[in-house]
Protein backbone atom coordinates (compact mmCIF):
# COMPACT_ATOMS: atom_id res chain seq x y z
CA UNK A 1 0.00 0.00 0.00
CA UNK A 2 0.90 3.83 -0.53
CA UNK A 3 1.14 6.36 2.03
CA UNK A 4 -1.70 8.90 2.23
CA UNK A 5 -3.22 11.95 4.03
CA UNK A 6 -7.21 11.36 4.67
CA UNK A 7 -8.78 15.06 5.12
CA UNK A 8 -12.58 14.91 5.36
CA UNK A 9 -13.42 17.75 7.14
CA UNK A 10 -17.41 17.62 6.75
CA UNK A 11 -19.63 17.95 9.48
CA UNK A 12 -22.60 15.49 8.87
CA UNK A 13 -26.03 15.96 9.97
CA UNK A 14 -28.29 13.21 8.76
CA UNK A 15 -31.66 11.68 9.16
CA UNK A 16 -35.19 12.99 9.18
CA UNK A 17 -36.08 16.71 9.11
CA UNK A 18 -32.51 18.17 9.41
CA UNK A 19 -33.14 20.61 7.31
CA UNK A 20 -34.62 22.38 10.33
CA UNK A 21 -31.02 22.87 11.36
CA UNK A 22 -29.12 24.47 8.97
CA UNK A 23 -29.33 28.18 10.68
CA UNK A 24 -27.75 26.77 13.62
CA UNK A 25 -25.03 25.13 11.50
CA UNK A 26 -24.60 28.80 9.04
CA UNK A 27 -24.07 30.32 12.50
CA UNK A 28 -21.56 27.53 13.84
CA UNK A 29 -19.31 28.29 10.90
CA UNK A 30 -19.05 31.83 11.06
CA UNK A 31 -21.89 32.73 8.77
CA UNK A 32 -23.94 35.89 8.82
CA UNK A 33 -24.81 36.92 5.74
CA UNK A 34 -26.41 33.51 3.11
CA UNK A 35 -26.64 32.87 -1.02
CA UNK A 36 -28.87 29.88 -0.96
CA UNK A 37 -28.23 28.79 -4.17
CA UNK A 38 -30.35 26.28 -5.85
CA UNK A 39 -31.46 24.64 -8.99
CA UNK A 40 -34.32 24.71 -11.34
CA UNK A 41 -37.99 23.69 -9.65
CA UNK A 42 -37.58 20.68 -7.87
CA UNK A 43 -36.31 22.76 -4.13
CA UNK A 44 -39.17 25.09 -4.76
CA UNK A 45 -41.48 22.69 -5.56
CA UNK A 46 -41.07 20.44 -2.55
CA UNK A 47 -41.55 23.91 -0.45
CA UNK A 48 -37.94 22.99 0.97
CA UNK A 49 -36.43 26.78 -0.30
CA UNK A 50 -39.26 28.14 2.12
CA UNK A 51 -38.32 25.71 5.07
CA UNK A 52 -34.22 26.61 4.21
CA UNK A 53 -35.18 30.23 4.53
CA UNK A 54 -37.59 29.92 7.86
CA UNK A 55 -34.74 28.14 9.41
CA UNK A 56 -32.22 30.99 8.69
CA UNK A 57 -34.97 33.59 9.80
CA UNK A 58 -35.58 31.73 13.11
CA UNK A 59 -31.42 32.58 13.68
CA UNK A 60 -31.82 36.25 11.79
CA UNK A 61 -29.83 35.60 9.49
CA UNK A 62 -29.47 37.74 6.70
CA UNK A 63 -29.87 35.78 3.07
CA UNK A 64 -30.67 36.57 -0.59
CA UNK A 65 -31.44 33.96 -3.25
CA UNK A 66 -30.13 32.32 -6.28
CA UNK A 67 -31.37 29.50 -8.33
CA UNK A 68 -31.86 28.17 -11.91
CA UNK A 69 -28.52 25.99 -11.79
CA UNK A 70 -28.84 23.72 -14.31
CA UNK A 71 -27.21 20.36 -14.36
CA UNK A 72 -24.30 20.02 -15.67
CA UNK A 73 -23.79 23.64 -14.14
CA UNK A 74 -23.10 26.56 -15.92
CA UNK A 75 -20.11 29.35 -15.66
CA UNK A 76 -22.78 32.11 -16.72
CA UNK A 77 -24.56 31.14 -13.37
CA UNK A 78 -21.03 31.64 -11.73
CA UNK A 79 -20.37 35.09 -12.74
CA UNK A 80 -24.01 35.64 -11.75
CA UNK A 81 -24.16 34.35 -8.07
CA UNK A 82 -20.39 36.08 -8.13
CA UNK A 83 -21.48 39.56 -8.58
CA UNK A 84 -25.03 38.85 -6.25
CA UNK A 85 -22.89 37.71 -3.56
CA UNK A 86 -20.44 40.96 -4.14
CA UNK A 87 -23.41 43.33 -4.16
CA UNK A 88 -25.31 41.79 -0.57
CA UNK A 89 -21.50 41.22 1.14
CA UNK A 90 -22.03 37.36 1.25
CA UNK A 91 -19.66 35.66 3.64
CA UNK A 92 -21.33 32.04 3.47
CA UNK A 93 -22.34 29.65 0.49
CA UNK A 94 -25.60 27.44 1.46
CA UNK A 95 -26.56 24.76 -1.95
CA UNK A 96 -29.74 23.17 -1.39
CA UNK A 97 -29.59 20.98 -4.26
CA UNK A 98 -27.47 18.39 -5.58
CA UNK A 99 -23.79 18.03 -7.43
CA UNK A 100 -24.91 21.07 -9.88
CA UNK A 101 -25.49 23.32 -7.16
CA UNK A 102 -22.85 22.62 -4.65
CA UNK A 103 -20.30 22.88 -7.49
CA UNK A 104 -21.48 26.11 -8.81
CA UNK A 105 -21.63 27.09 -5.21
CA UNK A 106 -17.90 26.02 -4.46
CA UNK A 107 -16.92 27.40 -7.24
CA UNK A 108 -18.53 30.99 -6.31
CA UNK A 109 -17.07 30.40 -2.95
CA UNK A 110 -13.65 30.67 -4.63
CA UNK A 111 -14.09 33.78 -7.03
CA UNK A 112 -15.38 35.35 -3.64
CA UNK A 113 -11.64 35.12 -1.57
CA UNK A 114 -10.04 36.35 -4.76
CA UNK A 115 -12.39 38.63 -6.22
CA UNK A 116 -9.88 40.28 -8.85
CA UNK A 117 -9.44 37.37 -10.77
CA UNK A 118 -11.22 35.01 -13.07
CA UNK A 119 -12.39 31.75 -11.73
CA UNK A 120 -11.98 29.67 -14.77
CA UNK A 121 -8.58 30.73 -14.84
CA UNK A 122 -8.80 27.59 -12.06
CA UNK A 123 -10.64 25.31 -14.41
CA UNK A 124 -8.14 26.00 -17.45
CA UNK A 125 -5.41 24.82 -14.76
CA UNK A 126 -3.78 28.45 -14.97
CA UNK A 127 -3.34 28.80 -11.34
CA UNK A 128 -4.03 27.22 -7.99
CA UNK A 129 -6.74 28.88 -5.50
CA UNK A 130 -5.15 31.34 -2.36
CA UNK A 131 -8.20 30.99 -0.69
CA UNK A 132 -12.36 30.00 -0.85
CA UNK A 133 -15.18 31.17 1.60
CA UNK A 134 -17.58 28.51 3.07
CA UNK A 135 -19.77 25.84 1.98
CA UNK A 136 -22.26 24.18 3.09
CA UNK A 137 -25.08 22.18 2.00
CA UNK A 138 -29.02 21.17 2.05
CA UNK A 139 -28.26 17.72 -0.37
CA UNK A 140 -31.63 16.62 -2.36
CA UNK A 141 -29.43 13.99 -4.67
CA UNK A 142 -27.29 11.18 -3.46
CA UNK A 143 -24.65 11.44 -6.42
CA UNK A 144 -22.16 13.05 -7.04
CA UNK A 145 -20.82 13.17 -3.30
CA UNK A 146 -19.62 16.95 -3.42
CA UNK A 147 -21.41 17.48 -0.67
CA UNK A 148 -17.74 15.75 0.75
CA UNK A 149 -15.62 15.76 -1.71
CA UNK A 150 -12.35 18.09 -2.79
CA UNK A 151 -13.80 18.73 -6.24
CA UNK A 152 -15.86 21.19 -8.20
CA UNK A 153 -16.84 20.73 -11.87
CA UNK A 154 -18.41 23.00 -13.90
CA UNK A 155 -19.20 23.74 -18.08
CA UNK A 156 -18.23 26.92 -20.14
CA UNK A 157 -21.69 27.48 -21.59
CA UNK A 158 -19.88 29.15 -24.29
CA UNK A 159 -16.98 26.54 -25.14
CA UNK A 160 -18.64 23.32 -24.80
CA UNK A 161 -15.57 22.48 -21.97
CA UNK A 162 -16.69 20.71 -18.92
CA UNK A 163 -13.78 21.02 -16.73
CA UNK A 164 -13.28 20.25 -12.88
CA UNK A 165 -10.75 21.69 -10.21
CA UNK A 166 -9.93 19.92 -6.84
CA UNK A 167 -8.84 21.45 -3.64
CA UNK A 168 -9.38 20.01 -0.11
CA UNK A 169 -10.07 24.10 0.72
CA UNK A 170 -13.62 24.07 -0.96
CA UNK A 171 -14.87 20.68 0.63
CA UNK A 172 -17.87 22.09 2.24
CA UNK A 173 -17.96 22.75 6.35
CA UNK A 174 -21.18 20.81 6.93
CA UNK A 175 -23.64 18.75 4.79
CA UNK A 176 -27.21 18.00 5.83
CA UNK A 177 -28.72 15.15 4.61
CA UNK A 178 -32.18 14.13 5.03
CA UNK A 179 -32.99 10.99 2.79
CA UNK A 180 -36.64 11.77 2.27
CA UNK A 181 -35.70 14.69 0.87
CA UNK A 182 -34.36 12.91 -2.11
CA UNK A 183 -37.55 10.61 -2.74
CA UNK A 184 -39.02 13.55 -5.28
CA UNK A 185 -36.35 12.22 -7.17
CA UNK A 186 -37.54 10.91 -11.04
CA UNK A 187 -36.16 7.30 -11.29
CA UNK A 188 -33.72 7.74 -14.17
CA UNK A 189 -32.01 10.78 -11.83
CA UNK A 190 -32.33 8.42 -8.69
CA UNK A 191 -30.33 5.30 -10.73
CA UNK A 192 -27.75 7.82 -12.52
CA UNK A 193 -26.89 9.00 -8.77
CA UNK A 194 -26.37 5.02 -8.29
CA UNK A 195 -24.42 4.53 -10.76
CA UNK A 196 -21.94 7.71 -10.17
CA UNK A 197 -21.47 6.42 -6.57
CA UNK A 198 -20.74 3.23 -7.32
CA UNK A 199 -18.02 4.60 -10.19
CA UNK A 200 -16.36 6.94 -7.66
CA UNK A 201 -15.54 3.79 -5.68
CA UNK A 202 -14.51 1.91 -8.79
CA UNK A 203 -12.03 4.70 -10.35
CA UNK A 204 -10.19 4.13 -7.26
CA UNK A 205 -10.62 -0.02 -7.21
CA UNK A 206 -9.23 -0.28 -10.50
CA UNK A 207 -5.71 0.77 -10.25
CA UNK A 208 -1.84 -0.59 -10.16
CA UNK A 209 0.34 -0.93 -7.36
CA UNK A 210 -0.62 -0.46 -3.96
CA UNK A 211 -4.05 -1.61 -2.57
CA UNK A 212 -4.76 -2.29 1.31
CA UNK A 213 -6.95 -4.98 1.94
CA UNK A 214 -9.55 -2.80 4.23
CA UNK A 215 -9.90 -0.14 1.80
CA UNK A 216 -10.69 -2.69 -0.80
CA UNK A 217 -13.32 -4.65 1.83
CA UNK A 218 -14.87 -1.02 2.10
CA UNK A 219 -14.81 -0.43 -1.42
CA UNK A 220 -16.91 -3.98 -2.15
CA UNK A 221 -18.95 -3.56 0.68
CA UNK A 222 -20.19 -0.48 -0.12
CA UNK A 223 -20.39 -1.54 -4.03
CA UNK A 224 -22.40 -4.39 -3.31
CA UNK A 225 -24.81 -2.46 -0.89
CA UNK A 226 -25.15 0.01 -3.41
CA UNK A 227 -26.49 -2.31 -6.03
CA UNK A 228 -28.86 -4.00 -3.51
CA UNK A 229 -30.77 -0.56 -2.69
CA UNK A 230 -30.51 0.79 -6.15
CA UNK A 231 -32.51 -2.07 -6.99
CA UNK A 232 -35.21 -1.77 -4.55
CA UNK A 233 -35.34 2.01 -5.39
CA UNK A 234 -36.13 1.17 -8.98
CA UNK A 235 -39.39 -0.91 -7.54
CA UNK A 236 -39.91 1.39 -4.47
CA UNK A 237 -38.96 5.29 -4.49
CA UNK A 238 -40.53 6.12 -1.13
CA UNK A 239 -38.15 3.14 0.73
CA UNK A 240 -36.29 5.55 3.54
CA UNK A 241 -33.89 2.86 4.53
CA UNK A 242 -32.82 2.47 0.89
CA UNK A 243 -32.50 6.08 0.44
CA UNK A 244 -30.53 6.72 3.62
CA UNK A 245 -28.19 3.32 2.27
CA UNK A 246 -27.88 5.26 -1.18
CA UNK A 247 -26.83 8.82 0.72
CA UNK A 248 -24.55 7.49 2.92
CA UNK A 249 -22.75 5.62 0.33
CA UNK A 250 -22.84 8.59 -2.04
CA UNK A 251 -20.20 10.47 0.79
CA UNK A 252 -18.30 8.11 1.83
CA UNK A 253 -17.74 6.78 -1.93
CA UNK A 254 -16.29 10.35 -3.09
CA UNK A 255 -14.61 11.38 0.31
CA UNK A 256 -11.23 9.35 -0.56
CA UNK A 257 -12.39 6.63 2.08
CA UNK A 258 -12.17 3.99 -0.82
CA UNK A 259 -8.90 5.06 -2.37
CA UNK A 260 -6.51 4.96 1.05
CA UNK A 261 -3.73 3.20 0.37
CA UNK A 262 -4.02 3.41 -3.45
CA UNK A 263 -1.92 5.15 -5.95
CA UNK A 264 -4.80 7.57 -6.35
CA UNK A 265 -7.11 6.24 -8.70
CA UNK A 266 -8.12 5.78 -12.02
CA UNK A 267 -10.60 8.52 -13.20
CA UNK A 268 -10.57 7.53 -16.82
CA UNK A 269 -14.15 6.84 -17.30
CA UNK A 270 -14.78 10.25 -15.05
CA UNK A 271 -12.67 11.81 -18.15
CA UNK A 272 -14.54 10.10 -20.99
CA UNK A 273 -18.06 11.19 -19.44
CA UNK A 274 -17.10 14.94 -18.80
CA UNK A 275 -16.43 15.12 -22.59
CA UNK A 276 -19.89 13.57 -23.16
CA UNK A 277 -21.31 16.21 -20.71
CA UNK A 278 -19.68 19.18 -22.22
CA UNK A 279 -20.77 18.31 -25.58
CA UNK A 280 -24.24 16.36 -25.48
CA UNK A 281 -25.63 17.54 -21.98
CA UNK A 282 -25.82 13.90 -20.72
CA UNK A 283 -27.06 13.20 -17.10
CA UNK A 284 -23.08 11.89 -15.53
CA UNK A 285 -24.35 8.96 -13.89
CA UNK A 286 -26.05 7.64 -17.24
CA UNK A 287 -22.57 9.02 -19.42
CA UNK A 288 -20.31 6.80 -17.19
CA UNK A 289 -23.11 3.82 -17.52
CA UNK A 290 -22.61 4.25 -20.92
CA UNK A 291 -18.45 4.38 -21.35
CA UNK A 292 -17.58 2.09 -18.61
CA UNK A 293 -17.98 -1.57 -20.49
CA UNK A 294 -16.05 0.02 -23.24
CA UNK A 295 -13.47 1.25 -21.19
CA UNK A 296 -13.37 -1.74 -18.93
CA UNK A 297 -13.21 -4.17 -22.08
CA UNK A 298 -10.51 -2.21 -23.33
CA UNK A 299 -8.34 -1.64 -20.36
CA UNK A 300 -8.90 -5.43 -18.56
CA UNK A 301 -6.04 -7.53 -19.51
CA UNK A 302 -3.80 -4.57 -18.40
CA UNK A 303 -5.00 -4.56 -14.39
CA UNK A 304 -6.16 -8.90 -14.73
CA UNK A 305 -5.94 -8.64 -10.55
CA UNK A 306 -8.28 -6.21 -9.79
CA UNK A 307 -10.90 -7.34 -12.37
CA UNK A 308 -10.94 -10.87 -11.55
CA UNK A 309 -11.37 -9.89 -7.53
CA UNK A 310 -14.20 -7.58 -8.65
CA UNK A 311 -16.04 -10.23 -10.79
CA UNK A 312 -15.70 -12.61 -7.90
CA UNK A 313 -16.56 -10.43 -4.58
CA UNK A 314 -18.95 -7.69 -6.29
CA UNK A 315 -20.36 -9.78 -8.79
CA UNK A 316 -20.98 -13.15 -7.26
CA UNK A 317 -18.51 -14.47 -10.17
CA UNK A 318 -17.65 -18.48 -9.19
CA UNK A 319 -14.16 -19.42 -9.78
CA UNK A 320 -14.63 -22.64 -11.65
CA UNK A 321 -11.35 -22.75 -13.26
CA UNK A 322 -12.28 -20.78 -15.90
CA UNK A 323 -9.63 -18.94 -16.15
CA UNK A 324 -8.69 -15.02 -15.36
CA UNK A 325 -10.04 -14.19 -18.62
CA UNK A 326 -13.14 -15.71 -18.62
CA UNK A 327 -13.79 -14.48 -15.18
CA UNK A 328 -13.28 -10.64 -15.71
CA UNK A 329 -15.18 -10.68 -18.40
CA UNK A 330 -17.91 -12.04 -16.83
CA UNK A 331 -17.85 -9.30 -14.10
CA UNK A 332 -18.41 -7.07 -16.64
CA UNK A 333 -21.03 -8.45 -18.39
CA UNK A 334 -22.74 -8.75 -14.80
CA UNK A 335 -22.37 -4.82 -14.87
CA UNK A 336 -23.72 -4.49 -17.83
CA UNK A 337 -26.83 -6.63 -17.07
CA UNK A 338 -26.92 -4.33 -13.64
CA UNK A 339 -27.44 -1.40 -15.60
CA UNK A 340 -30.26 -2.42 -17.37
CA UNK A 341 -31.71 -3.61 -14.26
CA UNK A 342 -31.69 0.10 -13.63
CA UNK A 343 -32.42 1.41 -16.17
CA UNK A 344 -29.40 2.99 -17.35
CA UNK A 345 -27.57 2.67 -20.82
CA UNK A 346 -24.79 0.32 -21.54
CA UNK A 347 -23.45 2.37 -24.64
CA UNK A 348 -23.50 5.49 -26.20
CA UNK A 349 -27.08 4.72 -28.58
CA UNK A 350 -28.60 3.65 -25.44
CA UNK A 351 -27.80 6.95 -23.66
CA UNK A 352 -29.76 8.43 -26.72
CA UNK A 353 -26.69 9.97 -28.77
CA UNK A 354 -24.42 9.19 -31.58
CA UNK A 355 -21.35 10.97 -31.93
CA UNK A 356 -19.54 11.20 -35.27
CA UNK A 357 -16.06 10.95 -35.96
CA UNK A 358 -15.33 14.02 -35.91
CA UNK A 359 -16.86 14.62 -32.58
CA UNK A 360 -15.21 11.84 -31.72
CA UNK A 361 -11.86 13.45 -32.32
CA UNK A 362 -12.95 16.48 -30.32
CA UNK A 363 -13.68 14.99 -27.28
CA UNK A 364 -10.51 12.82 -27.39
CA UNK A 365 -8.34 16.21 -27.93
CA UNK A 366 -10.15 18.04 -25.17
CA UNK A 367 -9.99 14.73 -23.02
CA UNK A 368 -6.31 15.51 -23.16
CA UNK A 369 -6.36 18.91 -22.89
CA UNK A 370 -7.81 18.64 -19.89
CA UNK A 371 -5.70 15.72 -18.19
CA UNK A 372 -2.71 17.00 -19.83
CA UNK A 373 -2.00 14.49 -22.72
CA UNK A 374 -2.43 11.19 -20.47
CA UNK A 375 -5.16 9.76 -17.78
CA UNK A 376 -5.72 6.63 -16.13
CA UNK A 377 -3.96 3.88 -13.56
CA UNK A 378 -5.95 0.71 -14.30
CA UNK A 379 -4.04 1.38 -17.99
CA UNK A 380 -2.90 4.92 -18.71
CA UNK A 381 -4.66 5.99 -21.70
CA UNK A 382 -3.13 8.41 -24.32
CA UNK A 383 -4.95 9.84 -27.40
CA UNK A 384 -5.76 7.27 -29.95
CA UNK A 385 -7.03 4.87 -26.80
CA UNK A 386 -9.49 7.49 -26.00
CA UNK A 387 -10.58 7.19 -29.59
CA UNK A 388 -10.87 3.37 -29.75
CA UNK A 389 -12.76 3.65 -26.54
CA UNK A 390 -15.57 6.03 -27.71
CA UNK A 391 -15.69 3.90 -31.15
CA UNK A 392 -16.27 0.67 -29.54
CA UNK A 393 -19.00 2.79 -26.99
CA UNK A 394 -21.38 4.03 -29.52
O1 LIG B 1 -32.65 21.55 -10.83
P1 LIG B 1 -33.66 20.78 -10.11
O2 LIG B 1 -35.06 21.15 -10.42
O3 LIG B 1 -33.39 20.71 -8.63
O4 LIG B 1 -33.56 19.26 -10.67
C1 LIG B 1 -32.42 18.44 -10.42
C2 LIG B 1 -31.64 18.12 -11.68
O5 LIG B 1 -32.48 18.18 -12.81
C3 LIG B 1 -32.91 17.09 -9.99
N1 LIG B 1 -33.11 17.00 -8.55
C4 LIG B 1 -32.20 17.14 -7.59
N2 LIG B 1 -32.74 16.88 -6.39
C5 LIG B 1 -34.03 16.57 -6.62
C6 LIG B 1 -34.28 16.65 -8.00
N3 LIG B 1 -35.50 16.40 -8.55
C7 LIG B 1 -36.50 16.04 -7.71
N4 LIG B 1 -36.33 15.93 -6.37
C8 LIG B 1 -35.12 16.17 -5.80
N5 LIG B 1 -34.96 16.00 -4.46
O6 LIG B 1 -31.89 16.20 -10.36
C9 LIG B 1 -31.24 16.68 -11.50
C10 LIG B 1 -29.76 16.46 -11.36
O7 LIG B 1 -29.22 17.28 -10.36
P2 LIG B 1 -27.63 17.46 -10.26
O8 LIG B 1 -27.33 18.37 -9.14
O9 LIG B 1 -27.12 17.81 -11.61
O10 LIG B 1 -27.18 15.96 -9.94
P3 LIG B 1 -25.84 15.36 -9.42
O11 LIG B 1 -25.76 15.42 -7.94
O12 LIG B 1 -25.72 14.08 -10.09
O13 LIG B 1 -24.69 16.36 -9.94
C11 LIG B 1 -24.15 16.22 -11.23
C12 LIG B 1 -23.03 17.18 -11.45
O14 LIG B 1 -21.98 16.97 -10.51
C13 LIG B 1 -20.75 16.71 -11.22
C14 LIG B 1 -21.24 16.08 -12.49
O15 LIG B 1 -20.26 16.06 -13.49
C15 LIG B 1 -22.41 16.98 -12.83
O16 LIG B 1 -21.97 18.20 -13.35
N6 LIG B 1 -19.85 15.92 -10.38
C16 LIG B 1 -19.34 16.53 -9.31
C17 LIG B 1 -18.47 15.90 -8.47
C18 LIG B 1 -17.91 16.56 -7.29
N7 LIG B 1 -18.05 17.87 -7.18
O17 LIG B 1 -17.31 15.93 -6.42
C19 LIG B 1 -18.00 14.53 -8.73
C20 LIG B 1 -18.78 13.80 -9.76
O18 LIG B 1 -17.97 12.83 -10.35
C21 LIG B 1 -19.38 14.64 -10.82
O19 LIG B 1 -18.47 14.83 -11.91
ZN1 LIG C 1 -18.98 11.18 -10.82
Given at each position: MFGFTYYTPTKVVFGRETEKEVGRLIREYG??????HYGGASALKSGLIDRVKQALDAEGLFHVELGGVVPNPHLGKVYEGIELAKENKIDILLAVGGGSVIDSSKAIAYALAE??????ELFKKKRKAAGCFPVGSVLT?????????NSCVITNEKTGEKRSYNDNIARPRFAIMN????????DYQTESGCTDIMMHTMERYFTQGGNMELTDEIAEGLLRTVMKYAEILHKDPKDYEARAEIMWAGSLAHNDLTGCGNDGGDFASHMLEHELGGMFDVTHGAGLAAVWPSWARYVYKDCMPRFVRFAE???????????DDAIALEGIRRMEEFYHRIGMPVNMRELGINPTDDQIIAMADSAMDASGGKKGSAKVLHREDVINIYRMAL
Open positions: GSRVLVPEKDVWISAAGSETSPELTMTLPKVMGVANEGQG
